[in-house]
């Protein structure tokens, strides 16, 4: 009975307290160490919080506030983006009702992927609970399958959390890998085809999708000269793109189709992100030229090759970074990405320890993916005017023994309780067997 008393006590101060730094106007962080992410990387100080904004930070700030919290030295970074990712989609691969990852059909740009998202989703709160305030939920299925929009992970509704509603095209570009083993030791012979007939079924579907691209170019100049031209929505959703306002998220791997896809860039300029990049490394220099940044999904795949080193998927980061290419880490969309999304530090952390400067991988899951989203003026770092989404940690951010212990979405504090410490409030009280 103590127990739950004292249990209620706690929960109802909690929200009292959450409750009073809500509602303030102002909130004075002091004896904090700032991450900011920007040309001072780190500021020991204060930090004000205003209108939903960063109001300034400084080593000291005497400014008036309608609440003040002590951080007694804790780290302050800005919060994490989980780009690429399928969180809020998918909930339990097993049960089909649970699943709204893929659209039906090739060509379907006018698919907006955040609509399905599920503001009630339990992985939420676990991605929070972890430092992640954003994400960039992603459509799958198809060629071109559709746009993502970017949300922050609290809200009662999606309206509640849209950030902004388009940030990108996703185009899922054909594998180039070619597949040698003989006919006769095929498991469907009726499937085998020869190395000449793969490529040129290859060359077919890279074919296929620049006459989409410049269909949808002459599309969007018909209706500059022609304005009772009959809508196209396939088309029509295209008009961000041709107009330069939104890149091309080309998801690409294994090194052949990312030869592809750069020769592509070479010959039909556009805004291209590359996504998965397993294989990136080998084309480094290439991706530099043509400042194409990489969202690297793979840094801890297996080797796929027989002969490839141990760690070659964690010093690919590294090698990226000095050739001159921007590297953002993202945990995927493969079939465990989203409960797997609260390990995005850690993706960091690893290329860290195989050569990647430590700096660069926290602006690679903070602003980066804010600058690649359109959203660098607004998120990914702690500046003056800067929205106040952060979090703060009992330790360095890339160290796997640091906890996150505050966070703010826009000013506001988010609590980050999930069903992991509501399930272990309920074991931790289990009954006792009682000693014989």
């Known amino acids: 009975m103590r127990l739950c008393i004292h249990a209620s006590i706690l929960l109802t101060v909690f929200f009292l307290q959450g409750a009073s730094l809500t509602h303030a106007g102002t909130l004075l962080l002091k004896n904090g160490i700032f991450h900011t992410m920007s040309h001072q990387p780190v500021v020991k100080g204060d930090l004000l919080i205003q209108n939903q904004k960063i109001a300034m930070i400084a080593d000291r700030i ?80 198809g060629t071109l399958s559709g746009q993502s929009g970017l949300l922050q992970l609290d809200g009662w509704t999606l309206e509640d959390m849209l950030v902004k509603p388009s940030v990108g095209y996703h185009l899922f570009w054909p594998s180039a890998a070619i597949q040698h083993t003989p006919k006769a030791l095929m498991a469907q012979p009726s499937n085998w085809k020869n190395p000449k007939d793969q490529k040129t079924a290859h060359r077919k579907k890279v074919e296929a999708i620049t006459e989409f691209l410049a269909s949808s170019k002459a599309y969007v100049q018909g209706l500059r000269s022609n304005e009772t031209l009959s809508p196209i929505p396939s088309w029509e959703a295209m008009i961000a793109w041709v107009e330069g306002q939104e890149p091309l998220f080309i998801h690409a791997s294994e090194h052949r189709q990312i030869q592809s ?47 490839a080193s141990y760690d070659v998927q964690f010093t690919a980061p590294s090698i990226l970074y000095r050739a001159g290419v921007k590297v953002i880490f993202s945990e995927g969309s493969n079939r465990f990405a989203a409960s797997a999304v609260r390990n995005l530090p850690y993706a960091a952390a690893q290329a860290a320890a195989f050569g990647l400067p430590e700096d660069e991988a926290m602006k690679g899951i903070t602003r980066y993916p804010a600058e690649v989203l359109g959203m660098g003026h607004r998120i990914g770092s702690l500046k003056t005017g800067m929205e106040a989404s952060l979090v703060t940690l009992n330790g360095p951010l890339l160290d796997i023994r640091s906890q996150v212990t505050h966070m703010w979405i826009k000013g506001q504090p988010v609590s980050l309780e999930s069903r992991h410490t509501r399930l272990y409030e309920k074991y931790r009280k289990r009954p006792k067997v009682p000693e014989r």
Do not use: C
């Not at 030295?73 to 691969?93: F, R």
């Open 261 to 307: 896809v750069l020769d592509w860039v070479e010959t039909n300029a556009s805004k291209v992100v590359l996504v998965g990049g397993r294989d990136a490394w080998k084309s480094a220099h290439r991706l530099a030229d043509l400042k194409v940044p990489v969202v690297y999904e793979h840094t801890f795949t297996l080797p796929q090759d027989d002969t």
């Open 62 to 141: 005497t400014s008036p506030a309608d609440a003040v919290m002590d951080l007694e030295e804790a780290h302050v970074y800005p919060g994490m983006i989980a780009m690429t990712t399928t969180l809020g989609l998918l909930e339990i691969n097993s049960v089909r009702a649970t699943l709204d990852t893929t659209e039906v059909g090739q060509w379907t740009p006018e698919v907006l992927s955040w609509r399905a998202v599920n503001p009630s989703s339990e992985l939420l709160p676990v991605a929070r609970a972890n430092g992640i305030t954003h994400a960039q939920p992603i459509p799958l299925g």
